[in-house]
């Protein structure tokens, strides 16, 4: 067992994940298409001109902060900008995570000292918590919520809790690394298949898509 | 509220036209979105209403397009009904609701317009209730 999922088991996870996120992608350039940004034009000759705008912004950066969901929703933002972060880096510099690579490859990313890994583990941990807390208890979340987000919530931080226990040893060690290398690989593989399909939408739809949203230039595609 | 016609027969077969023109953005979107919440204060309506959850702008398109998509489009009348109630009664189509995540909620609701609107239903002015 434990070499079926400290192996192959690995492969075909990290295969899933990688396929399966370009699949996505291919997938949505086939389904759009290329398009001029909409742009209004200065109409030629017509009425008399007006007053040009002013140059500088209209409202303040503070005052842009404080209407952005930043400043209505500022400790989620906090806590969703550290979760995410810690999400994505955390694994790459866990040690226990690059001798294995170094075993399989010879090669590995550097790691951080096992101490501070695992208080990084621990503060995803308290996003997922804090995520958990807002599900059963802000009606708003609450309404928009069924088991599939629980589900989701837990597949994304089995990780990091089962990593916890391994890396302190608490319950049975063998087991708990069976469970924690199953919860990795379960959840490189439901990133491209559930929500968590984010991932490679978020910037898709804020940078891709013409959109309200669109970071930068606006976009340059629609879908089909 | 707003039914032009009396017709109580649903054309199912009309709804999936709609759905399977704009299958990928919506099915996108459905699955995209995190159901975060974090749309709620972006939206007028939402605050004006006291922050009632229905009137966040994801709740008000998962249970509209979102609902027509899940069922395929079977829907009754009354469905429909209620569907139109979110769509109209619940948004302007104002365009200002910001999702993180870019998803085009205002595309979404304008979608379960067209939708009601193939089956006659319409938001009628002429049959609005004043508050009091
Ligand atoms: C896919 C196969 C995976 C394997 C084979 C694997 C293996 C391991 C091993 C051997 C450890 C060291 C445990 C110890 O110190 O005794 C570890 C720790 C850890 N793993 Fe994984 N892992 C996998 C996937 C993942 C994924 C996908 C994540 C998160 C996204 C993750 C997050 C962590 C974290 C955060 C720790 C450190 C926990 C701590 O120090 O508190 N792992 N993993
Ligand atoms: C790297 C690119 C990613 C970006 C830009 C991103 C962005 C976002 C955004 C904007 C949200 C909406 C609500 C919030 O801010 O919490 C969200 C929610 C969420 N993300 Fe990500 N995400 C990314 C990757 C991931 C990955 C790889 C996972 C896990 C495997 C993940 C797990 C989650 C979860 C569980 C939620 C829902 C939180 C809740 O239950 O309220 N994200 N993400
Ligand atoms: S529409 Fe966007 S902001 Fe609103 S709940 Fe969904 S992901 Fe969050
Ligand atoms: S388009 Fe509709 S949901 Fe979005 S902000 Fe305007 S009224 Fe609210």
Redesign the pocket.
């Known amino acids: 067992m434990y070499d079926l ?2 192996g192959p088991f ?1 492969w075909v ?2 295969i899933v994940f990688i396929v399966g996120t370009v699949y996505q992608v291919v997938r949505f350039y086939a389904l759009s298409r290329e398009t001029s940004p909409f742009r209004l034009t200065k109409p030629t000759g017509g009425p008399p001109k007006t007053e040009a705008p002013p140059a500088e912004p209209v409202l303040t950066f503070g005052q842009r902060m404080r209407l952005s969901i930043a400043g209505t929703s500022p400790v989620m933002i906090t806590v969703t900008t550290v979760f995410h972060v810690l ?1 994505v880096l ?2 790459i510099f ?4 690059n ?2 690579w170094d075993l399989a490859w010879g090669v590995s990313p550097p790691s951080l000292s ?1 101490a501070f ?2 208080v ?3 503060i ?1 941990i308290a996003g997922g918590v804090y995520f958990l807390g807002r599900r059963l208890f802000m009606a708003r979340v609450r309404a928009i919520t069924s088991a599939y987000d629980y589900a989701i919530l837990a597949i994304a931080t089995a ?2 809790i089962t ?2 226990l ?3 040893h608490i319950f049975d ?1 063998d087991t708990v ?1 069976i469970l ?2 199953l ?3 379960i ?2 593989i439901a990133i491209p298949f559930t929500k968590l399909v984010h991932m490679p939408f978020f910037f898709i739809n804020r940078f891709l898509l013409v959109h309200e949203n669109t970071f930068g230039a606006g976009g340059t595609r629609i879908w089909r | 509220m707003s039914s032009a016609n009396n017709d109580t027969t649903v054309d199912t077969e009309a709804i999936r036209e709609v759905l399977d023109a704009n299958r990928a953005k919506m099915k996108t979107a459905l699955r995209v979105c995190a159901h975060c919440s974090l749309c709620a204060e972006s939206c007028f309506l939402f605050h004006v209403h006291d922050g009632d959850p229905r009137y966040m702008p994801s709740h008000k398109f998962i249970n509209s397009i979102g609902r027509l998509y899940k069922k395929k489009g079977r829907v009754d009348r009354e469905g429909l009904e209620e569907i139109s109630e979110i769509v109209w009664r619940r948004c302007v189509l104002c365009t200002r609701c910001y999702c993180p995540l870019g998803i085009d909620i205002p595309e979404m609701i304008a979608l379960a317009r067209n939708i009601c609107r193939s089956q006659d239903v319409y938001f009628q002015w002429d049959q609005l209730e004043q508050p009091a």
Not at chain 1, 94 to 97: A, E, Q, R, T, Y
């Open positions: 999922v400290r690995v996870a990290f999400l955390t694994p866990v040690l226990g995570h001798v294995l096992e890994t695992d990084l583990t621990l995803v990780p990091f990593g916890f391994a890396y302190r060690y690394i924690h290398m919860a990795g690989e959840m490189l």
